[in-house]
Structures are given as C-alpha cells and as structure tokens.
C-alpha cells in the first residue's frame, strides 16, 4: 500500500560522496520513522540512519560524521547525504518506512553504491 522509490546510489572513488534520496507514495496518512539500511554481500542487513517524524535523527557509529539524514516534511522524501566515503560504505542500501500508526514496515527496492578504492 504503500511504495518507495529510492535514487542516487552509483560508483564513486574512496573519498567522494553521493546522496541518496527515498520518496515515499500511496497509503500514506503519516509516518513513524524513515531509515536507511546497508546490506553487503555475506552480511546481514544493517541500520545506517534514521529519522522520527518530529524530525529526530540517529546514526550507525561507522557512518556518524560523514552521513547525513534529512527529511522533506510535505514531500515525505527521506535523504541520505554520504560524504568521505569508504570501500567499508559499499553495499545496497534500502529504505524503510514504518507507517503509523500500524506499525508496518514498507521497503525500497534498494540501490547500489559502490566506493572503489
């Protein structure tokens, strides 16, 4: 019911930075949480950021520094600048958007990003 269309992710060298952006459409009346997760090849899915709906934000300790989240209230697009990027960044990185006040999940297709050294 309700869908997300994630974008930004591509190549980029150690060092450089990419932003990534989750627009949320459908069902929605409004929204617990936005987040971003990372899954790397062999490893589990992981949480990178995340953000409340009155705008509080949270951060793995591996990208606090260098990510950014960010939110478009009216829009409810979620951003995620990634500067200082690392060959450890590269994975496929999925949007999640807890709908309230069901409490469901929804999730992005994912996009690649891929930081070569």
């Known amino acids: 019911q309700v869908q997300l269309v994630e974008s930004g992710g591509g190549l980029v060298q150690a060092g450089g930075g990419l932003k990534l952006s989750c627009a949320a459409s459908?069902?929605?009346?409004?929204?617990?949480?936005m987040s971003w997760y990372r899954q790397a090849p062999g490893k589990q899915r992981e949480l990178v950021a995340a953000?409340?709906?009155?705008?509080?934000?949270s951060y793995d300790d591996s990208v606090k520094g260098r990510f950014t989240i960010s939110r478009d209230n009216a829009g409810n697009t979620v951003f995620l600048q990634m500067d200082s990027l690392k060959p450890e960044d590269t994975a496929v990185y999925y949007c999640?958007?807890?709908?309230?006040?069901?409490?469901?999940?929804?999730w992005g297709q994912g996009t690649q990003v891929t930081v070569s050294s």
């Open positions: 953000i409340t709906r009155f705008g509080a934000t």
């Open positions: 459908g069902s929605i009346f409004s929204f617990a949480a």
């Open positions: 999640k958007f807890m709908q309230w006040p069901t409490g469901i999940d929804y």
